[in-house]
């Protein structure tokens, strides 16, 4: 498989602060990959060194095989999708579409040719004479899809693109982003803090946090086996579980994490695990428990149904032992 993008020991420093360490990740052609993390973890400007829009204090970068640390954004092969779009109100769909067609100096019918072709490529043939205020926000990200594909990039970078939409919409586009990146075979790099997107669309995920890349997996392998405490309670939604409980419970002690949904809750004694019920929340098809257990809470996500225990009901806990998952000491 090609290495479309490959950074060794990527390094960005701001003054004191270190925005990324010693980045090591190698992205493949053709692939859906998400960069995830929380808010200063270091993943936007990860993406921005990619793009160009940031230098590295140290490291290699290399796009397709060709060292591009010193190489200008608009000389590198790849785009950029925004999270506000970054249209022109002042122009109209076609030509927004088709401004750096003309930058490039593209003739005239050919440029608007190309721009057309990539409307259509995003389902949005005929409003080309609209403006961008007269699109809703859906429209507005196909618009600024267009833009980027227009170009034929072999990258396209996406920096949260979906976070200004509703989440009907969102996940509309989420499905939307996938198949167009399957059916144009293009490398798309997304940046989220969104864990839901990461999963839904990715084919790998990397971790981010603290400027450092916590663990790189496809979806399953960051769910189902994370590497570290943070990743555990990062992504999804885990029980993370302290040495000592977990000593109780396997006869040895260590971090573990154990999902919600592999958690089994019912009204009475009579398990190995009893504890009290602290709160419930329906969720439509699934109801979500927290469950004391002698000081350690434990969430549990059931099918909703009439026999759901009740807040202070005292329960019975229960798990295959094959989904507590260890994990490694280090947060």
């Known amino acids: 498989m090609t290495t479309a993008v490959s ?6 420093r701001f003054g004191d602060v270190l925005a990324l360490d010693a980045i090591d990740l190698d992205i493949v052609e053709g692939e859906f990959f998400a960069m995830l993390g929380p808010s200063g973890s270091g993943k936007t400007t990860c993406l921005r060194v990619i793009a160009g829009f940031e230098q590295p204090s140290s490291g290699e970068l290399a796009i397709f095989g060709e060292r591009a640390e010193t190489v200008p954004p608009y000389k590198r092969n790849v785009n950029t999708v925004f999270q506000d779009y ?12 088709a401004y750096s067609l003309m930058l490039r100096k593209v003739e005239r019918s050919e440029r608007y040719r190309q721009a057309e072709a990539a409307l259509e490529m995003v389902k949005l043939s005929g409003y080309g004479a609209r403006r961008p205020g007269q699109l809703s926000g859906g429209q507005r990200q196909r618009v600024a899809l267009a833009r980027a594909l227009v170009n034929r990039p072999k990258v396209l970078l996406l920096d949260e693109p979906l976070g200004a939409l509703d989440l009907k919409l969102r996940e509309q586009m989420q499905e939307e982003l996938k198949s167009l990146q399957k059916r144009l075979g293009i490398t798309f790099i997304f940046v989220t803090h969104d864990q839901g997107e990461a999963m839904s669309m990715a084919d790998r995920i990397a971790v981010f946090n603290l400027g450092r890349i916590m663990q790189v997996g496809t979806p399953e392998e960051i769910y189902l086996t994370p590497a570290s405490r943070f990743v555990a309670d990062f992504v999804g939604s885990s029980n993370v579980l302290p040495p000592d409980f977990v000593g109780t419970l396997t006869g040895k002690p260590g971090w573990a994490s154990l999902r919600p949904e ?5 009204a009475g004694a009579g398990a190995s695990l009893t504890g009290m019920v602290v709160s419930r929340s329906y969720l439509g098809a699934t109801t979500r428990l ?28 229960s798990f295959d032992p094959s989904a507590l998952h260890r994990l490694a000491d280090a947060p």
């Open 290 to 317: 927290t469950v004391d257990i002698a000081g350690q809470r434990i969430h549990a996500v059931m099918p909703s149904g009439p026999a759901m225990p009740e807040e202070g009901e005292q329960v019975a806990v």
């Open 86 to 97: 970054a249209l022109f109100p002042h122009l109209n769909v076609i030509d927004n579409v």
């Open 7 to 12: 950074l060794k020991a990527i390094t960005r």
């Open 262 to 266: 592999a958690v089994t809750v019912t």
